[in-house]
């Protein structure tokens, strides 16, 4: 699937709306995180897995921070620092 040449204004408070058929094709649901990826040509929306470590990427272990997770053996490692 690619679609291009959908345009969106920022509201008044720099927000912008996902168009529903682009979120229910992704399986995009509300309050799912987004990663804003800064590129030269512009910016990638790159979705994060629900349920996988936000820093290695792992999907066992896993402890909820904030609004993803963490794998135990990253927050042992964290710990280490
Ligand atoms: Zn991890």
Redesign the pocket.
Known sequence: MHRAGWVRKLDYFGRIVLPMDVRRDLGIEKQDGLEFSLQEQGIILIQIDKEQ?R????NHSLMPYRDSF??I??IRELKGI
């Open positions: 470590c820093l290695c990427g792992s963490i794998c053996p990253c």
